[in-house]
């Protein structure tokens, strides 16, 4: 059974700080498996945040956050992390982890997905 579990969400970061997100996977095969982050803010359909590709050496980025987050993995320790500095309010959402054989997309077409993590930013 495919499992992706997000972590460090949760306590209210203000704007400006950092946070750091990670996803930890298990059940799959982590290295033929591009991942993603995606988020959904109250109202708002899940929109693409960031992703990475099978080695990490290729990673995509939503404009809005071009320059402020950083997506990584970890292959060894099947993890995926989301470092996210100079946060913003307009960052809160619930942020999900998502997995997809071989290829990056920057859709909804992942072939797994987390239970998401609450990220807020009080400015």
């Known amino acids: 059974q495919v499992q992706l579990v997000e972590s460090g969400g949760g306590d209210s970061v203000q704007a400006g700080g950092s946070l750091r997100l990670s996803c930890a996977a298990s059940g799959l095969t982590f290295t033929r498996y591009a991942m993603a982050w995606f988020r959904q803010a109250p109202g708002n359909e899940r929109e693409f945040v960031a992703a990475?590709?099978?080695?990490?050496?290729?990673?995509y980025y939503t404009d809005s956050v071009k320059g402020r987050f950083t997506i990584s993995r970890d292959n060894g320790k099947k993890t995926v992390c989301l470092q996210m500095n100079s946060v913003k309010p307009e960052d809160t959402a619930v942020y999900y982890c998502?997995?997809?054989?071989?290829?990056?997309?920057?859709?909804?077409?992942?072939?797994?997905w987390g239970q998401g993590t609450q990220v807020t930013v009080s400015s």
């Open positions: 998502a997995a997809r054989l071989w290829t990056i997309a920057t859709g909804n077409e992942y072939d797994y």
């Open positions: 990475i590709n099978l080695s990490g050496g290729s990673t």
